[in-house]
């Protein structure tokens, strides 16, 4: 069975996957699957195993909207997450069942420096701002973690995968001062939760002189979920919003469109809103009305939409993170795009050079996710590359371990807020 998910995983990479042409030739699939055929042949490739595999063979093409999965499946790993600032890991959050506390510093692991580990880790790290550098896969190959504490004392600590519990980051909002609202919004994932949350705060938000929006753990869902927040990042009137960014060229072969239809149709289920519905639905003829014709935009022009403006707030101030993905990366476009809005923070994930996920499924058991548009060629004829893609703030602040223990992104927000009037 592993064999031939493999083989079909291979084929989607080379054909259906949108990044395929940017791409060819950056896989070696041979690899991998001679890795598959040895542990068959010994019995030591297990469901974890296989997976591991796949997703080492899926980093080659450099896209952190692929990846594969057990379906339905109690992620084991750490139970903590870092980030990294010059040699140093630091644990930015932990559960209840790992040694490490937030705020300490991993120096080694395996008894290996972090300076060390990252040149032999370059490939699957995918990126070279330290920053933005994703370690928790990396970390769960090592046995030990050497770690500073707060008092400045050395530990070595044993690492074990287990089921971690995150504590879920609430939806929230605070008034900082007589002026000025803040609003967490740690997902767009479940729009019918972000958009009552949106409804059942309207009224504060229409009276607030500043309104700072928290988008920074955000990791995307559905641009459907932060409709109800577009008239107050623009100002009083009518405003005419070219979405270029939003427009995308999909890749409309036949498997595309049926795990299209899949997703979409049982989306549409929970919307009440007839007007996407109708875009929903229009978007899956479009897809099927296009296969066999390769990369196709199935809108006849960039799209533009009429907002209508609020005169409150008067200022808009949006944080923004490496953890800003997805859909979260389209609302930070639009504050961008917005005379009253700004950006303060970090440059978003870039996720959207390649978007539209759908879902491939095997004997529902494995998922593969991987996207089925990706935006066009910049003027020079090269494809756009993740940091092209990335919404870059107005006001940049670099991460340092800081931000673990206080706020700098915030306060630099009240700050420029502050200084606008």
Not at 84 to 105: C, I, M, P, W
Not at 215 to 238: I, T, W
Not at 271 to 299: C, H, P, Q, W
Not at 352 to 358: D, I, K, T
Request: hydrophobic share 35%; glycine share 4%.
């Amino acid at each position: 069975m592993y064999c031939e998910v493999f083989d079909e995983i291979i084929s989607i990479m080379h054909n259906d996957y949108s990044g395929h042409l940017d791409k060819k030739g950056w896989d070696n699939p041979e690899k991998f699957k001679s890795k598959i055929l040895n542990m068959t042949a010994d019995g030591s490739l297990t469901q974890d195993k296989f997976v591991e595999i796949v997703n080492d063979y899926l980093v080659d093409f450099k896209d952190k909207h692929v990846y594969f999965t057990i379906k339905n499946n109690e992620i084991r790993d750490i139970g903590f997450r870092t980030r990294r600032f010059k040699n140093r890991l630091y644990v930015t959050k932990s559960d209840d069942n790992t040694d490490l506390e937030t705020g300490d510093a991993i120096l080694a692991l395996d008894y290996e420096p972090i300076g060390d580990l990252a040149v032999r880790h370059s490939r699957e790290l995918l990126d070279s701002i330290h920053e933005r550098e994703n370690w928790t896969p990396i970390i769960s190959k090592y046995s030990t973690c050497t770690t500073e504490k707060k008092d400045g004392s050395i530990h070595t600590f044993d690492l074990t995968a287990h089921q971690s519990r995150f504590n879920p980051i609430p939806f929230r909002r605070t008034w900082l001062d007589d002026a000025t609202l803040l609003l967490r919004l740690p997902s767009f994932s479940d729009t019918e939760k972000a958009n009552s949350f949106i409804r059942r705060h309207e009224e504060e938000i229409s009276r607030a002189c500043n309104m700072i929006v928290d988008v920074r753990q955000n990791a995307g869902g559905n641009a459907q979920s932060f409709k109800g927040l577009l008239p107050y990042l623009y100002p009083e009137g009518d405003n005419t919003v070219k979405l270029e960014q939003s427009r995308q060229l999909f890749n409309c072969t036949k498997r595309n469109a049926e795990l299209t239809k899949r997703l979409v149709s049982r989306f549409i289920k929970t919307l009440d809103d007839k007007e996407a519905e109708k875009d929903l639905s229009d978007y899956i003829t479009n897809m099927y009305d296009n296969v066999g014709e390769g990369f196709r935009f199935l809108d006849e022009e960039d799209e533009v939409i009429s907002i209508s403006g609020t005169r409150y707030p008067k200022k808009v101030v949006a944080l923004s993170d490496v953890t800003s993905g997805s859909a979260t990366e389209g609302f930070l476009e639009l504050c961008k795009d917005s005379p009253k809005a700004t950006v303060v923070g970090r440059a978003t994930a870039g996720v959207n050079v390649y978007s539209n996920l759908v879902i491939e499924e095997w004997a529902g058991l494995f998922e593969l996710y991987y996207p089925t548009s990706k935006m066009p060629e910049r003027p020079d004829g090269n494809a756009i590359s993740e940091w092209d893609a990335a919404v870059k703030p107005d006001i940049n602040i670099p991460w340092n371990p800081r931000h673990i223990t206080e706020d700098p992104d915030l306060e630099a927000a009240m700050v420029f807020i502050d200084r606008s009037h």
